[in-house]
């Protein structure tokens, strides 16, 4: 039998090529189309001149070697990421794109995976090969992208306030205290949009042999001149998410109120709220009474319940996925960058007196000696009886009520501190680590500048609601691990050997021994900050013993609190503004099976341990952004007062100079060491001092001195002291051969005929 003979396949028409380019998603060439239309290679000469006819009427153009529609973007493409958008999502335009043919270039959102690897994360400014699809259009943008490669990144950007020059162009103040006194030169044309007072983000050049190094504008981050919010500094320093995505929005405004379905109704109980007078949130609330039970003679029956974040912030909900990104709220003076939008943590978990409010509490038995005894958590339905202050708690226990708290005296408060005074007696004999560090406040005008700082007084109330937290939060650790739940602790480390050794030699210096046997333990310390109690040095050596302290962190693997003397220990009691609460919570409602949206079976220790790591960092960047606003905020406020006397205490000794503490602010500012006095000033280590070659004279760490501010960076929140006061009487250090020359020649220029301040 004959077989038929081979049909000769025929060159495709040009329809034909444009149909199969639009349908394919992956590298669409000349190999791809032959080996689709079975083309051997005879005709593979006519396919590419058939190719080259499209090319030419404009019907396809042809990128490295792959083919797409004209005027259409190609699967793969090479794109600069140009701005980000409302959401945070980061906008590329592709490198190449005929605007004259085709119009203006088409806009790519480029989504980022939610388990980005190192590398994949894209910046603005950075060149990106995307793999690109068309969606539905949104906000004008009809192309999403993923980063398959950054082929570039964007020379070094600062960040700085634009100062626009009146004949065109610019400098830029740069916000790094690094980078003090180093301004770049913005030249006409680079300026983008930014407008004079813009915070903006500026690309560096390539440094002149003459003049200021210049730099363009690359994007503007925010007007300080309308806003006057320093914050904004700070949290585009650190970048810090501060704009709640679309998708988190909209989860959060459909979330609807809990009901009493799975809960216990505990509407009864006359639950109270004591926070800071202009707290936002209120995620935790109180309530103690007299135990009945004839074995606890004494002792008391204390409520700690928190909101039920766990209720609206489900496991991989878009709420979640970003509450994990920010980490931590971030509370500056003018603003608070919220881990959870406004809907859940300032309505549906804010325990508003006398409003129904989900809750998860723990309900614990404490004896007369304040020791825990047992405990019980329970998810409950909760109505706050009231919102109360410290200051106004304060004030009522001792005699002075008001309208709110007379009808509580009785039958909230009185009990609530009885059982404070039992737990005092546990801590007492506990022994944590007693530092005594004023925290100062800066209150703000309506304008948003300094009104003043103050030191608010640290009340019994204040200790009263960190006891029952703390005893809440060993509770929850307890329990997850009497259930083999996995959690994220909060631990703190015992001291370095290195940082032990370096506080023994300065105590010495101060005739303060401390013990080198044996192993470490917080009251060691307590018996030194109890020694120095209202002396000279009481606030010196309570800095130093808290420079000594490793830093806590979270973590899955359990290590203990060192300066709480508790061999566990957790976050529970206010997944509002933490993230490693809400794990807490979740693992117990899985532990006791309280609810369906507790920790999900999947999530383990090694899962935990990635979590720990990233929030142990967005809680430094927090702290670290909260410290350089109030530090500018200070700056600011100081600005006018050029020249003005300040006392304070010498709170840093380094080779460079000294660092100065003002007592009425709390600034700190820095004194170089070529500004001391009329010799060469050596740093002695050892002392935490600088010291005079010639006179001995010595500057010593926490030695109260007299100085003159000189400048003030706001923008930096950098202030320069010269100092006024004479040190101590001191023998002189070896004198070295030679003295710095600069240095000599800096004494006798600048110090010629000074006066200096009598002790």
Known sequence: MNKPPKRTPSLPSKADILAFVANQKGKVGTREIARAFGLKNAMRAELKRLLRELGDEGAVEKKRKKLHHAGTLPSTVLADVVARDSDGDLIATPDEWDEDAHGPAPKIRIHVPRKARPGE???????????????????????????????????????????????????????????????????????????????????????????????????????????????LIAIHAHTIPHVFRRDTETEAAAAKPATLSGREDWRHMPLITIDPPDAKDHDDAVHAEKDTAANNHGGFIITVAIADVSQYVTPGSALDREALVRGNSVYFPDRVVPMLPERISNDLCSLRPREDRAALAVRMVIGADGRKRSHMFHRIMMRSAAKLS????????????????????????????????????????????????????????????????????????????????????????????????????????????????????????????????????????????ARVKGGDNEQLINEVVLRTQAQAEYAAENYGHFGLNLRRYAHFTSPIRRYADLIVHRGLIRA???????????????????????????????????????????????????GATFDGRISGVTRAGLFVKLSDTGADGFVPARTIGNEYFRFEETARSMVGNRSGETYRLGDAVTVKLVEAAPVAGALRFEILSDGRQGRPSRRPQHEPRWQERSKSNRYRGKQRKPR
């Open 121 to 231: 994360a894209a910046g603005i400014g950075d060149r990106v090969l995307l793999h690109t699809e068309e969606t539905e259009e949104d906000a004008g943008i009809r192309h999403r992208g993923r980063v398959i490669k950054i082929i570039d990144r964007p020379k070094q950007r600062v960040l700085g306030i634009f100062r626009r020059n009146p004949n065109g162009g610019g400098r830029l103040e740069p916000v790094d205290k690094k980078m003090l006194g180093k301004e770049l030169a913005i030249p006409a044309g680079a300026t983008g949009d930014a407008r004079d007072g813009d915070l903006v983000a500026v690309e560096t050049g390539r440094a002149p042999r003459l003049g200021l190094p210049t730099g363009r504008i690359v994007e503007r981050l925010g007007s300080l001149a309308s806003e006057k919010a320093v914050s």
């Open 390 to 529: 410290y200051e106004q708690t304060q004030l009522a226990i001792g005699g002075r009520t008001d309208e709110v708290t007379e009808p509580l005296i009785k039958p909230v408060l009185e009990p609530l501190y009885a059982a404070y005074e039992a737990l005092t007696r546990a801590r007492t004999e506990r022994q944590p680590l007693d530092l005594d560090l004023p925290e100062r406040k800066i209150l703000l005008k309506h304008d948003g500048t300094v009104d003043r700082v103050v030191t608010p007084e640290r009340l019994e109330a204040n200790r009263l609601i960190e006891e029952f937290m703390i005893l809440a939060n060993v509770a929850a650790a307890e329990t997850l691990e009497k259930a083999r739940v996995p959690l994220i602790y909060r631990v703190h480390d015992e001291p370095g050997i290195e940082k032990i050794h370096a506080m023994r030699e300065f105590l010495a210096s101060l005739q303060i021994p401390f013990a080198k046997a044996g192993s470490l333990r917080p009251e060691q310390f307590n018996h030194i900050l």
């Open 592 to 642: 006791l099976k309280l609810g369906s949206d507790g920790l999900p079976e999947g999530i383990d220790v090694k899962m935990l341990a990635e979590i720990s790591a990233q929030i142990s960092a967005t809680e430094r960047r927090a702290m670290l952004a909260e410290r350089e606003t109030k530090d500018r905020l200070i700056a600011h406020f100081l600005a006018d007062r050029i």
